[in-house]
C-alpha cells in the first residue's frame, strides 16, 4: 500500500479464472495488518463461493494471514510432518542452515487441504466454510490461501488449484472472450461504428467493452451460457465488417507480434534506422521469439553525423529540409535498405520533446520513412505527449504502416 | 476483471499519496457494471475522509461513473461550456470532427470542482460529500474522480490533486520514506548487510522494506512523526556503509538516468552495439530527456552478417569463437567505437532464448564488451530466465558496468 511493488496477482488470477468460466467480481488489496485482513477475509466470504488469498504465508512476522484465518473459522493448527520435511530438504539442497521460524510454515487448520509448493516453503492451503458464518443463509464457501511470490503462486494454481476447482467447484461454464485489437483509430470512433450495430447482440446477452491503449483501441466481446458461441461469432462477423484493416489482431497480438508473424511466413526480412523512437521499434520487435530469422540490423542514428555517415543521408537534404522531414525519412529508409539488403526498411526521425520543437515543427512531430522493394514511402504524424507515450505512439504508426505495406 | 490488463494505478497512487503523508488502506477493484461499482464507492465513501475512482468517465457506454456518482449523491449534471469547448478544441487540433457521444464528458455533478485534462477530453472530477450518508456521524469526505489512461490521470493528480489535497486535507504529515536502489547483489545479501544493523533503529520506529526487482534490489526506510528526519538519517548512512558501490541511485533513478546524468556532467559520449537486448538499452538511454546529447549512435546486430559488415567483427573471430564469446564482445564494442567515435562503447552479445542455446552455452548466456577511452574489458553474465527478464537482466548488468567505468 505504499506503491513500492506492483501488483501483477490481480490481472493473472483474474485471465486464468475467466478461462475456467469464473468472472471475478471483486479484488481487494489491504495492508499487513490483522485488523484489515481480517476485515477483508470476512466481506469477501460474506459475498462469494471461492475466495483466493495472496501472500501473507511465509515465516517473517508480517505475515499473519494463515493465523488469522485459522483463528476467525475456529480451526486447530496442526503441524504437517510432510511440510517439515519439504522445508528441511528444501534447504538442505541449497546447503543452507533451516532459519528458525521457518517452521510456523508447516501449521495448517484443520481440515484444510495442502497444496505443494516446489518453489518455496510455505506451501497453499484450501479449505471449504460450510456452514458459513459469514452469509446470512449458511451457504459454503471455498477459501484458497496462496504464497505472494508469482513464482511459487502460479505453477500452485496450475498444479493444485485448478484440479481442486475443477473437482469442488463445478463453474458456470461456457464463458467466452474474444478480443479484437484495432489500431488507427480513436475510441469514440470505434464505439461510433459497431455499438449501434451490436446493440441487438447486446440485449441478447453480449458483454461488448472497449479498453484505449496508446495508440491502440481493444474491442472485447464476452458472452455466457449456451448461446454464447453463436453470439460472439455474430458480433465478431460485425466488428470486422465495420472495423476490416484497422484489426491488426487478436487476443494478445502485438503490432510487433504480427509483423515478425507475416516477415516470417513471406521468408522477408526488415531493417530499422530509428531516431526519436530511440530502439524501442527495435525492442519491441526483438521481444518477439524467432525475431532474429527477420531482423536482420537496427541502428540508432540519434546524431545528425550519425545519420549521414551510417545510413548516408545526404548532407544537402539534411541542411534543406532538416533531421525531421520527409526527405530525410525517406533517404534515411532507403539508405539503411541498401546498407543491409533487407526486404523493409522502416526509419522514424522527429522530435519527442520535451525540447527540441519550433513553430512550424513543434515536439511531437515525427517521420516514418519505409522502402519497400517497389517503392519508398514517408508518413508525417503528430503524437504531442510526454515523451515515452510520444515514442510507444510512433513506434506503433511506424509498425502499423509496415504491416499494411506488407499486406499489399 | 478479465484479465486483460495490468493495474497500473493502485501503486503509482498509492506511492504519491504515501509521499503525501497520506497511506492508503484498502483498494478496490470492480467490474464495470452499476451495481458493483455503486456498492464500492458507498463501501468506500463509508470508511475513508479520501475516496479515489479511476475510470468509467470516457465517451463510451460501458463509462458509468459520473453518471451513477451524480444519481447516488443527488446531484443534477449540468453541462459545462469550458469542457465541451475544450472538447472542441482537442479534436480540431487533432483534424478531427468531433464524434457525437464525447460530449457526455462535458456533464459535471452539481458543486463539483473540475480538474483540467490537457491530455484527453474527460476531466477529472472533485467533490465533498457533506454530510456523508453513508457514514453512521456523516462525516464528510472527498471523492476524485480520475479517468482511467495513465497519461491523462498521472498528469492530473500531480497538477490539479495534489494542490487540491493539501488545500482541503491537511494530511497527517511527517511521513519520510527515502529509497535507495542497489544492483549486483541479491535480496538476502542485502539483508544480511543490514538487517541486524538496523534493528536498533526498527525497534525505534523505522519501517524497512526491500523490494527485489529484475537484477536490483530497493531498500526503502519510512518513518513518521518528529524523530523521522533523524532515524532515515542515520539508517541511510548505515545502508551507504554497508552497501557502498551497490548503491547506483535513489527514489527513481534507473541506471540509464544514472549514466546519462554521469555522462552530461563529463561532456562524455555514449555508443552502442546490442546483440541480444535488441536495442532495449538504446531504448532505456533514450528515455531519459537529454540523451540526444550523449548517445552518438547504436546499433541492433542481431545477424552475424550485420556484426562483421556494420561493426568490423572478425569473420575469425566468429568461426572460432562464435557470436555469443568474449571475443566477440570486444570486438563489437571495439568497432562502434571506432565507427562512431564515442568515448565510451558499450556491447552485449548472448542467447535470450528460448531456443539457440547449447551444453556449454545455454540459453541465457550474455557478454557484455565496454571499450573505453583507456582499454577494453568483457564481462560473462547468466540470466537463465524468460525471454524479456533476460533482455532488461542483461541490459541492466551492462549499464552498470558502464556506471562503474565511468565513475573509474
Known sequence: MLGRLLNTHQQWLCRRLADLGCVVT??????????????????????????????GLGPTSDDLTRDLIAKMLNRRLVEDSAIVAHIKKFFTARKRVVPPGTRVQALVP????????PNGTAPGLALVVNPNPFRSEGQAAWLVMLPGPPRELRPM??????????????LAGGFICRTLRTTGVGESIVQEKIGERLRRLVESGLDLGYCARVGQVDVRLAARGANAPGLI????????????????????????????????????????????????????????????????????????????????????????????????????????????????????????GPSGGSPEKPAGTAFIGLATPTETIALKVFNPYDRETFKQATANQALELLRRAILG
Open 233 to 352: 461469432r455474430e458480433a465478431e462477423a460485425i466488428v470486422r465488417r465495420q472495423l476490416g484493416a484497422h484489426i491488426f489482431g487478436e487476443e494478445n497480438d502485438e503490432l510487433e507480434t504480427v509483423v515478425v508473424r507475416l516477415l516470417t511466413e513471406r521468408k522477408q526480412t526488415l531493417a530499422l534506422a530509428e531516431s526519436c523512437t530511440g530502439g524501442l521499434i527495435a525492442h519491441r520487435v526483438t521481444n518477439v521469439p524467432g525475431a532474429s530469422a527477420v531482423l536482420l540490423a537496427g541502428f540508432v542514428t540519434y546524431a545528425n553525423d550519425a545519420k549521414a555517415k551510417l545510413l548516408g543521408v545526404r548532407g544537402e537534404t539534411l541542411a534543406a529540409h532538416g533531421a525531421v522531414s520527409e526527405p530525410t525519412a525517406r533517404e534515411m529508409a532507403g539508405g539503411v535498405r541498401r546498407q543491409t539488403g533487407a526486404d523493409y526498411a522502416l526509419s522514424v526521425t522527429g522530435i519527442a
Open 157 to 170: 494454481f496450475n498444479d493444485s488449484v485448478v484440479p481442486l476447482l475443477k473437482e469442488k467447484l463445478p
Open 110 to 117: 484443520e481440515g484444510a487441504t495442502v497444496l505443494p509448493n
Open 26 to 55: 471483486r479484488q481487494v488489496t489491504v495492508a499487513d495488518t490483522a485488523h484489515d485482513i481480517e476485515q477483508a477475509v470476512r466481506e469477501a466470504l460474506s459475498r462469494a463461493e471461492l475466495v483466493i488469498t495472496t501472500g
